[in-house]
């Protein structure tokens, strides 16, 4: 991960809505949505129910909102575009699921040609929030990498996410293409708008966005519906080490680190 202040991102970052609203649109116009779901839905990828449940609550907002406070005292920068990038993810997803309320598969097809893995959803289906907010926190948090290994794995787990949604069978494919455009696009907003407002930088600001962060893990170690079962453990340990990787960064790594903390530095 690179120090510093947030970076302008390069050109290539709108590689990833661009092929995201692309493959969206060519599956409507090939009437594809129905199939390539009933396809995924239905492939060996469902025998791996379990995996596929801790996959997809990375996409939850509070699970995900719990693994950014890892960023606290260490990119004020990026906590702070994490937390505009939270609210406008949110205000989209509602705001999309409001103007086209499309029936989920569940709703549309029945329990006779829908695998569903966790909680059944039915309603609302249009973008999916889950796909949004991992590519929203994997735009965020390519701007900390320089390594293309690090950046391609960053996307690669955003992918699983939103491939996840479709194969517990919460969502139709476009769903979660335009979760995935929508998402990234908002995330590269929220740099771009903690970069012109560094007052979310200062440590009272920071204070307050980890308090708030906090209450997220908090809220998983008291018991937190996820909507899946099998990833109850999965998340509490998120919980677990988002809280642990805070309290670290108030232990001095060394004698001279104490000493510059206690001003007595050189």
Request: with cysteine.
């Amino acid at each position: 991960m690179v120090e510093g202040r947030i970076r302008v991102p390069s050109p290539r970052v709108w590689a990833v809505p661009a092929l995201a609203a692309i493959a969206a649109a060519g599956i409507v116009l090939a009437r594809a949505d129905v199939p390539l779901f009933l396809a995924i839905n239905h492939s060996v990828l469902g025998s791996l129910g379990g995996l596929w449940q801790n996959i997809t609550v990375l996409g939850d907002g509070v699970v995900a909102m719990a693994m950014m406070l890892a960023l606290y005292r260490r990119r004020p920068d990026l906590f702070w575009a994490a937390f505009i990038a939270a609210i406008l993810v949110s205000l989209s997803i509602q705001f999309g699921k409001f103007v086209r309320p499309i029936p989920r598969p569940l709703g549309q097809l029945g329990h006779e040609a829908v695998r569903v893995i966790g909680e059944e959803f039915h309603n609302a289906s249009f973008p999916s929030g889950h796909a949004a907010t991992a590519f929203a926190l994997a735009a965020i948090l390519w701007t900390a990498f320089r390594s293309p290994l690090a950046r391609a794995l960053l996307v690669l787990a955003a992918c699983l996410v939103a491939l996840s949604r479709v194969v517990v069978g919460a969502h139709w494919p476009t769903d979660v293409l335009g979760g995935a455009a929508v998402g990234w696009l908002l995330g590269l907003a929220g740099l771009e708008l903690a970069r012109k407002t560094p007052w979310g930088c200062a440590k009272p600001a920071q204070a307050l966005l980890a308090c708030l962060f906090a209450a997220a893990a908090i809220w998983i170690l008291a018991g937190y519906d996820t909507s899946y079962p099998a990833a109850e453990t999965f998340a509490l340990g998120v919980g677990v080490a988002s809280l642990v990787a805070v309290a670290f960064t108030f232990v001095p790594r060394s004698n001279n680190d104490r000493m510059t903390r206690n001003g007595l530095g050189t």
